[in-house]
C-alpha cells in the first residue's frame, strides 16, 4: 500500500512499501490517437504540435514556441472510458467529426515503469470524416499555441526515424498502424 505524500487537485505523491517515490496526474490514464487517410496511394498523418516547456535540450529549456509532434491525446476523465475520450479529444483537437467506425486499431501501453499510467493508443481512419469545426482546442493556454500539420507517410518516417524529439505515444501508434493497417495493405 502507497502513503500518499502531498496531494492537490491536479497531482499526488506516493511512497510505496519499498521507498519508491512517484507522481500520479489526477486523470492517471490517457488516450493518444493517431489520425490518418489515404491519399492516392499513400497515407498522410495528422500530428499534433505542443509545447513542452520543461523539457531541456542542449541545457536550454524549451519554452512554450518549441512545438513537438505528436498524436491527439487526451486524459480519461473519471468514467470516460478510452474510445469516448479518443472521439471526444479528437472533435475537440482537430474539429473532426468520428465515430468508433473510424477506429481501426487500438493497443494499450504503460507510460513508463515510474507510474501506472496507461496510454490507449488508437488508429483512426479520417479519410472521409467531415471536419465541422475549425474552433480546436480547451481554451487552455497549452492548446492555444498547438497547431495541426498534415505529413506525408514519408515525413512521419522521418520525424520517427532521424533523433527527433517527439511524444512516445506517436511511435506507439505509428506502430499499430503499421501492424494492422499497412502491413495488410501491402500483402
Not at 510505496?16 to 496511394?41: D, M, P
Not at 467529426?97 to 493508443?121: D, L, R
Amino acid at each position: 500500500m502507497s502513503k500518499v505524500l502531498y496531494k492537490n487537485y491536479h497531482l499526488s505523491l506516493y511512497k510505496t512499501e519499498c521507498g519508491f517515490i512517484y507522481a500520479q496526474r489526477r486523470n492517471i490514464n490517457s488516450t493518444a490517437s493517431l489520425l490518418f487517410k489515404k491519399v492516392k496511394n499513400d497515407y498522410e498523418f495528422l500530428l499534433r504540435y505542443q509545447p513542452l516547456p520543461e523539457l531541456k535540450i542542449n541545457n536550454k529549456k524549451s519554452g512554450w514556441k518549441t512545438l513537438f509532434p505528436c498524436c491527439v491525446t487526451g486524459s480519461l476523465e473519471k468514467g470516460e472510458t478510452p474510445t469516448t475520450n479518443c472521439i471526444k479529444e479528437i472533435l475537440e483537437e482537430t474539429g473532426y467529426k468520428v465515430s468508433k467506425s473510424n477506429i481501426k486499431a487500438s493497443n494499450i501501453a504503460v507510460a513508463s515503469t515510474q507510474s501506472n499510467e496507461c496510454v490507449y493508443n488508437f488508429v483512426v481512419d479520417i479519410t472521409n470524416a467531415k471536419q465541422v469545426s475549425k474552433d480546436l482546442g480547451d481554451g487552455s493556454i497549452f492548446e492555444s499555441v498547438s497547431k495541426n500539420i498534415w505529413v506525408s507517410h514519408k515525413r512521419l518516417r522521418e520525424i520517427l526515424l532521424k533523433n527527433e524529439i517527439y511524444l512516445s505515444s506517436t511511435a506507439s501508434a505509428y506502430l499499430l498502424f503499421l501492424d494492422k493497417i499497412y502491413s495488410k495493405e501491402k500483402k
